[in-house]
């Protein structure tokens, strides 16, 4: 098929957007729409929201970065850009697969005639818009490096800007071209999910890792009360360059450097991109339905097995899963890494007496990893509306539900009991602490997943488009950092005054006695509490 | 006039279509017939440039598809076998998107909207979100997206499909009068009733292969004794079901 013609319409380009923006984040659409806001009045709400996090950034990252003289300190201005560069990258990949690839609405606008260069101008505007904000502390940094290297402010501004803009564009370049370019090899067709999945997945653990990495490779910030640079990291230095010694050679290298590389990846976009990218879906498109392999004969499968079978076909979902990595994975990750990378988190000495501070580690390590996007918080809305056409059959709800809630539970246990061994090793625990740390997450795991199942049986929303839909219902984000925050601040206190109170030896037998008993208590009333106000009441 | 010449469609080994060439004439209403997989669809989406054909022409207007493909569109007014998109917008921004792709001015938005809008009896859900809709609601909100811009071409794939009756009457009312002004509707529907009723002109396809395309009172004079269903049904390869719902249709009138 040839290129449409690359005529793009200013009026039609903004609906684009405006559409697009309106499928970016649609929990934060739905809400605006909860007040009755037209498009045009969420569009707005949403741009402000952008310009309101931005300014935000650049308010707290600027005050920070005002205390550092960054031309004399060039290995604190390339780590700074190493950390934003990576979170821009991470922003972008996944905002670029959810406008291009999660909306799936690609197709739809075949029909109509609207160019092509309008559709995929207004989708990589709404991909700008999302990301700029994140990366916005960069601007921050260029303008007060420009400051500091003796610009007038205005001067420094324009400077500041210019390089950010282009730097800006080359990251979403080098983004573009990486989620495209996979996107359209056969690989990736033949196996689009998993690939989905690990796309996003690796993005985040390269995130963490990445920060993380550069924290490791940092010096002791001060010696004495002299500020000591941290170690330069080469590839960024040019920016360094750009902004210090504007004329030196290896800044006008620099500059034609990244204006080089955006110019490739322009004409990488326009002749690679973007023509196979139309071709791909309409090729994949109306495609007959693929023949599934068959692990055994269909009828040898009883109803557990046909309905866990079903379940496991409900998560199939890449961002689903994404989430759930991260999600389980991510704070003990931090963790672990952080700890393995200092070397010091050598529990062997700790001996029976910890048997309850374990215990309840893994209770509240298990709460930590438990979330909105957990799959037993999402498990009875994954089935959309098959779920109303299983009510019509002849199986008991409970039966149903009840099976539903125990597949769920079991991989949240599966995925929990991993990373309780993986920290037992790490730690140097024993084996009766480590059963001990199993026991806790055992327990916290079953005892949350009764929350977050209910949770979702009270919130369920068959009709979603977008799994993130389900993440944010009743609470969304801002409520699950509360918890979250609540669960590591809160949950971290109790055990450091545990584990206290066994270090001293006060009161230890009393207060294991005491643990115990508030233990099986709240064990007991959250079981009946759930028991009566949901498990009894289903048909 | 559309006209489209030895169009062929490959899925991997599969030929989805074949070879396939028929002209559909202004001020006609031509209905596309035949099983599922048939290749109805595969033709209706290369009609409208949402699938590609693996070879062949199409022309609309004498315009061709491969070289002309936004002035085509320009021209056509599709409506597709499911309604489920763009399920995060409410149904006045979507018709917001179909105008802006058409670039209609708000005057003529607006007439030709109200005009729909009353005649859809879709007053009151216009700031509803399609996803809450229900599917006979989503269609007439893709139809009237589709009419909204007046198209010279309607191509409509299984247009009555979850229409309420009153909104499967007005359908077709305007389907007749679109035609009766010179203009082309183009159809696909497994009801043959609906062929019956509506079409000048039909197309049979089985397996991706063109079996019929002429009149429809031609195609019941081939056998005057017979129901389009039962000429439909051997046409399509099934006389031994033919018979038999004639059989059955016996034992029930015994």
Redesign the interface.
């Known amino acids: 098929m040839r290129l449409q013609v690359m005529t793009m319409n200013k009026g039609q380009l903004w609906t684009l957007i405006r559409v697009n923006m309106l499928y970016v984040n649609p929990q934060a659409t739905q809400k605006q729409r909860q007040k009755d806001k037209d498009s045009n009045q969420i569009v707005k709400s949403l741009l402000m929201n952008y310009v309101l996090t931005g300014v935000l950034f650049i308010v707290i990252y600027g005050g920070m970065m005002l205390a550092i003289d960054f031309p004399k300190y060039p290995g604190f201005f390339t780590s700074y850009v190493t950390i934003f560069t990576i979170m821009a990258l991470a922003q972008s990949v996944t905002t670029i697969n959810n406008v291009f690839y999660e909306s799936k609405d690609l197709k739809d606008y075949l029909p109509l005639p609207f160019s092509q260069s309008t559709v995929f101008t207004a989708k990589f505007t709404a991909v700008a818009i999302t990301v700029l904000p994140f990366i916005l502390p960069l601007l921050a940094l260029f303008v007060v490096t420009a400051i500091r290297s003796g610009y007038n402010i205005i001067l420094a501004v324009i400077i500041g800007l210019i390089l950010f803009l282009l730097f800006f564009v080359l990251i979403f370049l080098v983004c573009s071209l990486f989620v495209f370019g996979l996107t359209q090899t056969k690989t990736f067709n033949r196996h689009r999910k998993m690939f989905t999945f690990l796309m996003i997945g690796i993005t985040m653990i390269a995130m963490v890792v990445g920060i993380m990495y550069v924290n490791s490779r940092q010096n002791a910030i001060y010696s004495g009360k002299q500020l000591v640079d941290q170690t330069v990291i080469g590839v960024f230095l040019p920016l360094h360059q750009i902004l210090v010694h504007p004329l030196s050679y290896s800044a006008i290298g620099g500059v034609i450097g990244i204006l080089a590389l955006i110019v490739l990846g322009f004409f990488l976009i326009k002749t690679q991109i973007i023509p196979r990218m139309y071709r791909t879906e309409l090729n994949t498109m109306a495609a007959p339905a693929k023949k599934h392999r068959q692990a055994g004969p269909h009828a040898s499968r009883n109803f557990t097995q046909q309905l866990l079978h079903y379940n496991m076909g409900l998560l199939k979902n890449a961002t689903l899963m994404g989430q759930v990595l991260v999600a389980t994975l991510l704070m003990p990750g931090i963790f672990l890494f952080s700890f393995a990378i200092n070397g010091n988190l050598n529990l062997s000495q700790l001996g029976p007496k910890y048997l309850g501070v374990l215990f309840l580690t893994g209770i509240v390590l298990s709460q930590m990893t438990l979330n909105q996007s957990a799959i037993v918080a999402n498990i009875i809305s994954l089935d959309g509306d098959n779920y109303n056409f299983i009510k019509s059959l002849p199986i008991s709800q409970r039966t149903y539900l009840g099976l539903k809630f125990k597949f769920a539970t079991a991989l949240q246990e599966a995925l929990l009991l991993v990373v309780g061994v993986v920290i037992g090793f790490v730690a140097h625990l024993n084996w009766a602490l480590i059963l001990a740390l199993l026991a806790g997450l055992t327990l916290g795991n079953y005892l949350g997943s009764l929350f977050y199942f209910y949770r979702d049986y009270r919130n369920l929303v068959l009709n979603w488009t977008n799994i993130s839909q389900l993440f944010n219902r009743s609470g969304g984000n801002f409520a699950v950092m509360f918890l979250l925050a609540g669960e590591v601040f809160g949950g971290g206190i109790i055990i450091a005054l545990y584990a206290i109170a066994m270090t001293f030896n006060f009161a230890v037998l009393a207060i294991n006695v005491i643990f115990v008993i508030l233990l099986v208590a709240v064990t007991f009333f959250l079981i009946h509490h759930y028991q009566w106000t949901f498990w009894a009441k289903l048909k | 006039m559309i006209e489209i010449e030895h169009l062929k469609k490959v899925?991997?080994e599969?030929a989805?279509l074949k070879d396939l060439s028929l002209t559909i004439k202004s001020g006609e209403i031509f209905g596309f017939l035949g099983h599922n997989?048939a290749g109805k669809?595969?033709t209706i989406?290369s009609l409208?440039?949402?699938?590609?054909p693996t070879a062949g022409t199409i022309k609309v207007d004498g315009l061709d598809l491969?070289?002309d493909?936004?002035a085509i569109?320009?021209k056509?007014g599709?409506v597709?076998d499911s309604p489920d998109?763009?399920?995060?917008?409410?149904a006045n921004?979507y018709w917001?998107?179909?105008a802006?792709?058409?670039?209609l001015t708000p005057e003529r938005k607006a007439k030709r909207l109200g005009e729909l809008v009353g005649l859809f009896d879709m007053q009151g859900v216009v700031?509803n979100?399609l996803?809450?809709f229900s599917h006979g609601m989503r269609q007439k909100t893709i139809i009237i997206g589709a009419l909204l811009p007046d198209p010279d071409v309607w191509i409509l794939d299984e247009p009555l499909q979850g229409l309420d009756p009153q909104a499967a009457y007005d359908l077709k009312a305007l389907m007749k009068a679109h035609a009766k002004k010179g203009k082309t509707v183009v159809f696909s529907t497994h009801v043959l009733d609906s062929a019956q009723q509506l079409c000048d002109e039909l197309a049979i396809l089985r397996q991706g292969e063109l079996i019929y395309n002429g009149s429809l009172d031609d195609l019941l004079a081939t056998e005057p004794n017979e129901s389009l269903e039962t000429i439909y049904l051997k046409m399509a390869g099934r006389q031994a079901d033919a018979q038999q719902i004639n059989a059955i249709a016996g034992d029930d009138d015994e």
Do not use: C, H, N
Not at chain 2, 48 to 52: K, Q
Not at chain 2, 85 to 90: H, P
Not at chain 2, 100 to 103: D, F, N
């Open positions: 899925y991997g599969k989805a997989g669809s595969t989406k409208v440039s949402i699938i590609e491969e070289t493909r936004l569109k320009e056509i599709y597709p998109m763009f399920l995060q917008l409410t921004e917001d998107l179909i802006s792709a058409y670039q700031d979100t996803d809450g």
